[in-house]
């Protein structure tokens, strides 16, 4: 009776996690070339400057890989809330399909990450 | 005094270690006073660690910036109180808050049950194992008593971390997480010793008790700062640190409530040592994910070394206890059977198996992103969709076996007992179910299934109360004389509540954006939002701009809300200041978000209108109050376990 | 600076003191066993949380039929079954029955 349980609990997460598609990937800058079209989450930091209005028409910004040293730069173009701590330096994580050479960003979905000026544990919860 | 933190902090490390190694020899060879002079060294870590609090505390009240840690969470400029809090707000402090509460709580009962030497005999080194690595942890990986040249102020705080729930939330997971060590050890310790009795069950019934309502309480508070705070208008977001408290909290439910299985039938024995040593582990693993950076989140830590250190301790554990598990299986099987499908046996199980594919589907979607990187080379990830469908998957179900599990009698239900007693909660809540499809709520299936189903518990509940006190004949006396049974209603009404603001804030919630300029107004589920204004003032440590908006219904005012932002100068940051109107009517919020604010004046305001929210955190209240009436002292059955122990003192 | 290593000294001093005080106490104790529960204690706590455990199981039973969650039929059903668990675990508890037990068990 218990196998029959734990059976039907598994079937229910097979099912799902088949037809959901096996979550969303998360790439960098310097692979998300390989994913045009694709739903992706897109993590970086931002370089350069910060222009456009995210609230008008959409705020526009450079991202890079978080580490290492490659040069590829995607351009990203959000609209939505953004996030207090987002600025020039921040890591971010921000879903959307990378179109013509932009990254259209799904609005609201912005996310940043707790500067890494903090080194040791900045917040805890 | 960092000297003398530090030497605290390695006096604390020898002690538990010896309470380790000279615990486990004791309760090998049988030496009597090696066993009880470990006992005291675990009791004298707790003193030597308190001193190193001590320290730490005094350092960050008086802005001692030669402290590393001190210049590196507080500022000059920082209110004392938040200035003490940073205590737990960086990784060594934080571990230290762990082995303070660890070693207290370990002194604690170790005193409590010292007359039952055999029964901690085992315990102690257990406890002192575990203690063994956060003081190695604090000694030589991570210390808070580093020192350097101070610097002219410190790096200040977060400005999201200063507010009041910051004060309380992080001790309060701490009283938690670290509470369910206790029955973990007593668990491991009575499976050492070859022991077949409840007595570690019994020892350990109110720390667990206790354990569970701290997490519980932590993650409201948590939550209801998320809310208040970080202001993106909702309390969860399935982040892996919020889920790092949420799986062991689920791991101690489904163990809270099967141990009473045991209790009572002598059942389900391998299924409670090994629910607490889940619950242990993934409070363990919850730790190490908010410490190590390991995952993507918004909460990111830092990428230390400590992430290692606590995976090799987390193996150590699981291996340990399912090595001792598997070991002494041939003492854990019971005699009894399940009888029947439909008792209330099984409605444990069912229950058990529910909350436990829960928490599993949950660390599944946790560890989600580590798998994928480790077996494809890339990250992929999940969110808010995967959990929102086991939650609904699970956790209705969950919600329903609430209010059928008291309902169904011991052993085997008879089907007419069973319609009898379900009559009138089922009627309830069809007609429920009914008049709110009638009303709209159809548009939500979840979300109509939960208040159906509340609806169900509810009744069920009350039933209880009221059939309870026709057969005892007045309501105190009821619950005084069934305190574990009635306080337990009392917890499952706060979970109904919750289930209800829950599902209404979500299902049911309302969310329009708009751009404004002054004198423009906005329409949310029949309230009207009209921009008048802006304005700054100054605060103690920022500076702080909002927009005053004018709040009617129906053409009546009926508050005024002033949503903005405020900038940090010392850390360099903004913060979120969400306004929220609590409406008394409809139990619900209007919550706004200055979202932007442009130099001309033009405020992008977010309103989110949020039916029922505030039964979640009302339910935080009744589910304490529920709590305490369960663990309630009962003078009679501590005579009656007094009698059970007295002929037999181990 | 030196208040600090005073402290620390004390400390240690008093760290000592508590994991030494057992030995300090008894230097030459009678017994130095670490009491283990025999085979009849053993029995002796199973029986009393058996014992227990009926005597609990017959005080629910009467309050689920008194609200009615357990019906006559089915109460009288169950309530005889659990008097006589009880009743044998009460005797089982019993000096003299125990007494049996140990003879049973010593082969002379």
Known sequence: MIALSVAAVLAVFILYTSIAGAGTPEIGPSTVGQHVGEDVLLVGTVVGHVGGDAHAGGMRFLLKDDHGAAVARTRVLYSGSVPDLFRTGRQIVVEGTLRNGTFVAKPGSLVTKCPSKYTPAKTNA | ?650 | MTLALVLGGILAVLAVVAVARPFLREPAPESDALDEPGELERRRLTLAEERDQALAALKELEFDHRTGKVSDDDYRALVGPLRRRAAEALRALEPRAEARHARVARPH
């Open chain 2, 1 to 650: 005094m960092a000297l003398l933190g530090r030497a605290a902090l390695l006096l604390s490390f020898g002690l538990v270690a010896y309470a380790l190694v000279g615990g486990s020899l004791a309760a090998w060879k049988r030496r009597r006073r090696l066993a009880l002079s470990a006992q005291n060294a675990l009791v004298a870590s707790f003193v030597t660690t308190l001193v190193a609090a001590i320290v730490l505390l005094v350092a960050l009240g008086r802005r001692d910036l030669s402290f590393v840690y001190v210049a590196q969470h507080t500022s000059h400029s920082l209110p004392l109180g938040y200035a003490l809090s940073a205590f737990w707000g960086g990784q060594e402090g934080s571990l230290l808050l762990w082995l303070l509460v660890l070693t207290g709580y370990a002194s604690l009962a170790v005193l409590l049950n010292r007359r039952s030497r055999e029964l901690i005999a085992w315990t102690v080194p257990v406890l002192g194992g575990i203690a063994v690595f956060f003081a190695l942890m604090l000694c030589f990986v991570s210390s808070p008593f580093a020192t350097a040249a101070a610097p002219a102020d410190g790096a200040g705080m977060d400005p999201a971390l200063q507010n009041p729930y910051m004060l309380a939330h992080p001790p309060m997971l701490y009283l938690g997480y670290v509470g369910l060590t206790i029955p973990f050890a007593f668990a491991m310790g009575a499976l050492l010793a070859r022991r077949t009795d409840e007595r570690w069950l019994v020892a350990t019934r109110r720390w667990t008790l206790a354990a569970w309502t701290f997490l519980g309480v932590g993650q409201l508070l948590g939550a209801h700062w998320a809310y208040v705070e970080i202001g993106w208008g909702g309390y969860y977001a399935w982040d892996p640190v919020e889920n790092a408290a949420l799986m062991p909290w689920l791991a101690a439910t489904a163990f809270l409530h099967s141990v009473m299985i045991q209790e009572k039938r002598g059942m389900l024995k391998i299924w409670n040592v090994a629910l607490v040593a889940l619950a242990f582990c993934l409070s363990v693993f919850g730790t190490f994910l908010t410490r190590s950076g390991v995952i993507n989140s918004i909460h990111s830590f830092s990428q230390s070394s400590l992430g290692g250190w606590f995976l090799g301790f987390l193996a150590v554990v699981i291996v340990f206890s399912v090595a001792l598990i598997y070991l002494r299986l041939p003492l854990l099987r019971s005699k009894t059977k399940l009888e029947s499908l439909v008792s209330r046996e099984a409605t444990f199980l069912y229950n058990n198996l529910l909350l436990v594919a829960l928490a599993l589907t949950i660390l599944w979607g946790v560890v989600y992103p580590l798998l994928t990187q480790a077996v494809n080379g890339e990250t992929r990830s999940v969110s808010k969709p995967y959990y929102d469908f086991f939650l609904h998957s699970f956790g209705l179900p969950l919600l329903l076996l609430m209010g059928i599990g008291p309902l169904v009698a011991w052993r085997r239900a008879s089907l007419r007992a069973l319609g009898k007693t379900f009559a009138v909660p089922a009627a309830v809540s069809v007609v429920t179910g009914i008049v709110l499809l009638a009303l709209g709520f159809g548009s939500s299936t979840p979300g109509l299934l939960a208040y159906t189903f509340s609806a169900f518990v509810a009744a069920s509940i009350a039933l209880e109360f009221v059939r309870g006190r026709r057969a005892t004949g007045s309501l105190p006396r009821l619950v005084a004389r069934n305190r574990r049974r009635y306080g337990g209603y009392i917890v499952h009404a706060a979970i109904v509540l919750l289930a209800i603001g829950i599902a209404g804030s979500s299902a049911y919630q309302t969310i329009r954006e708009q751009s404004l300029k002054p004198g423009q107004s906005m329409r949310a589920a029949g309230y009207t939002l009209t921009y008048v204004s802006l304005g700054t003032r100054q605060l103690q440590n920022a500076q702080q701009t909002s927009a005053v908006i004018d709040v009617s219904r129906g053409g009546s005012h009926v508050t005024t809300l002033h949503p903005g932002k405020s900038w940090f100068p010392v850390e360099q940051s903004s913060s979120n200041d969400v306004s929220i109107y609590h409406d008394p009517r409809s139990l619900g919020d209007v919550y706004t978000i200055a979202d932007g604010i442009s130099k001309n004046g033009t405020l992008d305001l977010k309103v989110l209108v949020k039916p029922l929210v505030n039964l979640v955190w009302a339910a935080g209240f009744v589910f304490v109050f529920g709590s305490l009436v369960a663990m309630w002292p009962d003078a009679v059955e501590q005579r009656k376990l007094a009698d059970r122990y007295a002929a037999v003192p181990v």
